[in-house]
């Protein structure tokens, strides 16, 4: 949260004349999006990888 609020204000001072929300909302987002993904889709994509080659298996078993 702490890092969330850090990014608003930094934002806020860099506030360009002409800015729209979307693009505010933009610039805020991106880098929590950024880290967010970091920190989860590696154990996402493992997940998801284990369990297709899982599912492979069991259809390669015969039966």
Do not use: F
């Amino acid at each position: 949260m702490t890092n969330s609020l850090t990014s608003l204000s930094a934002a806020i001072r860099e506030h360009r004349p002409g800015t729209t929300v979307e693009q505010l909302a933009e610039d805020l987002l991106r880098p929590m999006l950024r880290e967010w993904l970091d920190a989860n889709l590696p154990d996402m994509v493992e997940r998801l990888v284990q369990k297709e080659i899982q599912r492979m298996a069991d259809q390669a078993e015969p039966k």
